[in-house]
């Protein structure tokens, strides 16, 4: 029987899961080796071979795929770790990326960030100026060359900087999103110089207008080009001398896979590969129990991480920004904080506490770990309060230590600010609840939506132990612990669920609308050069469906909103029905009448977004029902725990998930004990078993 997989490798921990596509998914969770991840990836393919009660070489033989997503790309960028990397610019226009736009000292920053002028400094440059070079050459807004390259100058910069040891080389010429010919000639030159240069070209990473959002994104894909290639070559290898046969995956920031030889090409794409998978697992899970609008929310050990699905897609952005430095690539939208069980606790110098966003990650980890860490975190209060036990995690395979994380809290927390152990720990897990329960409204309302509209999907190593107290004033109807067989692992379910995708976009600013032709001729060159790029793929797809998009915005506007475009044959009314769909969005998102159409609408960027099925089912099975609703026959003890600091410490069941049946109810408060995570059901909610395992949380 074969298999899919899919291995999510996160800061602290990873999470792997394995379908057969008839019903039996088993997970594993493993520490990530941070110096050399793959040790931690065949690691977990061991424990998913030893569930299977397989080899591990019987294992990847028969696997049909393996999705992986990773954060050595986003990690890379965020600390620094990346390539020397040398640009080519248009002559007189290589200052783009140190100009920045005028933007530099507000990208990516909060309100309250912009406002403390006297702190704001524009972030370090991507690459010191004598690496950015230029040459002469001119190609004009429609497209048409009016200097030639000037192809020895082009041989001298391109020796100048192989001189300089540089490992990947950025082009990114003015109008090259019209028309690259330039830039491809120019990777030629420099690959008569040096022929395995790493080159990567803006009209190929990233064809839209605005020099210094395309060159910010040309520069960071040749950073972690080289270093992603340095990584899944030798994965890739690994898997394939131990027997497999099939592809490796790699996922991609707008919730897709590529192939991992074609990964490092495109790099830039797969950083927000980790934060993609627990939405794609939300949207399959979606399917299977009829839920339209969901929020995704992901607490793993170092970050929490927020996301929608609604009308049964996730929310989409045209780009992300990371470092202060704008990424073009189409991500999912996911909102984001350090804010996770790993999430450090201290006490600033005016006396208030703070958690995140520094983490104890993998290594050292928790104080609890006793791997040498001494900061307390959310995981040493969780363990403090009752609601972990002292037993751990991995099923017993990670017993957790009271008394280092009560020193941690009592050292760094509780003595500074005055109070007990224990008052300290009920303040950190509190203030966790506060931070997620302020993301999730700004999520939601900033997005134009109603949280009422939508159920909460809760998941990640910590998300069950703090869900229902994040939720608690969003007015959600339900919120939704994914658990049966992929427990925390559920990002890694959605590698394995996910879709192979790859993007075409290009810009073209005129007013909109267009004539029908001209846009139908526009979508065709889309569609035939995503088709060129599904066939380099070389994975056999069950079936191939087509997304058009076009961002516009009212003219004098800075920025565009991405509007769908309709999937039929293109008609002279199409242009009408495109921009009824853009003012719609637009008042949804600035409120009703905000939209102007005597301004005059533009049209900036046409994109088409291919999503290839793979074909193999990966569905969560049905559980065995309860003869009733009383759950007395899985509570294993009843132990003090603390889950209001009004209320304070409990007697409370706890219960073996293991034991638990569709229909078993649970009144809090309770604690489910999970092999890899712990569920809590505060007092005034109560906790339903449903029929593929999951627990639904209500508020009585």
């Known amino acids: 029987m074969p298999y899919a997989l899919g291995i999510d490798v996160g800061g602290t921990f990873t999470d792997a899961v394995a379908s057969d596509g008839a019903g039996r998914i088993v997970s594993a969770k493993t520490p990530t080796t941070p110096d050399r991840r793959e040790v931690g990836v065949m690691r977990a393919i061991e424990e998913l071979a030893g569930e299977l009660g397989i080899g591990v070489g019987e294992l990847l033989s028969r696997t049909d795929y393996i999705a992986h997503g990773t954060t050595a790309s986003i990690n890379a960028l965020v600390q620094g770790s990346v390539a020397d990397v040398g640009l080519i610019a248009t002559r007189g226009h290589r200052d783009a990326i140190y100009i920045m736009n005028a933007e530099g000292r507000t990208l990516g920053r909060s309100a309250h960030e912009i406002q403390d002028t006297l702190r704001g400094r524009k972030p370090a440059p991507l690459i010191p100026k004598y690496r950015a070079l230029e040459v002469t050459e001119r190609i004009d807004y429609a497209g048409q060359i009016l200097v030639p390259l000037d192809e020895d100058e082009v041989r001298r910069v391109a020796r100048q900087l192989v001189d300089q040891d540089v490992e990947a080389i950025a082009v990114c010429l003015l109008w090259s999103f019209k028309n690259g010919v330039h830039e491809r000639r120019i990777r030629e030159l420099i690959h008569e110089i040096a022929p395995d240069m790493y080159v990567t070209l803006s009209s190929d990473v990233s064809p839209r207008i605005r020099e210094f959002a395309r060159t910010s994104t040309t520069i960071m894909n040749a950073q972690i080009g080289p270093r992603l290639r340095t990584y899944l070559t030798p994965l890739q290898e690994k ?23 074609r990964a490092p090409e495109h790099a830039i794409t797969t950083v927000g590969s980790v934060l993609s998978g627990g939405v794609i697992g939300g949207m399959r899970l979606a399917e299977q129990l009829g839920h339209h609008n969901v929020i995704t929310t992901d607490v793993g050990g170092t970050t929490f991480l927020a996301g929608l699905i609604v009308d049964g897609e996730p929310v989409m952005a045209a780009g992300s920004i990371v470092n202060q430095f704008p990424i073009n690539a189409a991500t999912i939208q996911v909102h984001t904080i350090g804010s996770g069980g790993g999430a450090l606790a201290s006490v600033d110098a005016g006396g208030n506490l703070r958690l995140g966003p520094q983490s104890a990650e993998a290594v050292p980890g928790p104080a609890c770990y006793g791997n040498g860490g001494t900061r307390p975190t959310n995981t040493d209060a969780n363990l403090v309060l009752g609601i972990m036990s002292e037993r751990g995690l991995l099923g017993g395979k990670k017993p957790l230590r009271a008394d280092l994380a009560r020193l941690a809290i009592r050292q760094h927390v509780a003595e500074p600010l005055g109070l007990t152990v224990e008052e300290a720990a009920i303040a950190i897990h509190e203030v966790q609840n506060a931070q997620a329960g302020d ?24 998300g069950p132990a703090h869900c229902a107290g994040y939720c608690q004033d969003l007015g959600v109807s339900e919120v939704i612990v994914p658990l049966g067989p992929v427990a925390s692992a559920f990002s890694a379910y959605g590698l394995a669920a996910s879709d192979v995708i790859i993007s075409a976009e290009f810009s073209d600013p005129s007013a909109f609308p267009i004539d029908h032709t001209v846009l139908e001729s526009y979508y065709e060159r889309l569609e035939s050069d995503l088709q060129r790029a599904l066939d380099r793929q070389q994975v056999k797809f069950q079936s191939v469906t087509l997304q058009r998009e076009i961002d516009l915005r009212y003219s004098m506007q800075v920025s565009e909103l991405t509007t769908p475009v309709p999937a039929t044959r293109f008609t002279a009314e199409t242009g009408e029905e495109i921009l009824e769909r853009f003012e719609e969005h637009y008042e949804r998102i600035n409120g009703s009448g905000a939209g102007y159409r005597a301004a005059g609408v533009q049209a900036i960027t046409y994109r088409v977004r291919a999503k290839a099925n793979l074909g193999f089912p990966v569905e969560l099975p049905r559980i065995g029902d309860a003869a009733g609703t009383d759950p007395s026959e899985a509570l294993i003890e009843e132990r003090s725990v603390c889950l209001d600091s009004q209320l304070g410490f409990q007697p409370t069941p706890v219960y073996d998930y293991a034991l638990l049946r569709a229909g078993h109810e649970l009144v809090g408060p309770a604690v489910v004990d999970v092999p890899t995570t712990v569920v809590v059901v505060p007092a005034g909610v109560t906790g339903r078993v449903d029929h593929l395992g999951n627990l639904v949380l209500s508020y009585q």
């Open 239 to 261: 898997l394939e001398q131990g027997g497999l046969k099939g592809p490796l995956l790699v996922m991609q920031s707008e919730g897709g896979t590529i192939t991992a030889d």
């Open 439 to 462: 993301l999730l409204r700004r999520a939601v309302v900033q997005a134009g939506y109603d949280p009422r509209d939508f159920v909460v999907y809760a998941f990640g190593g910590a």
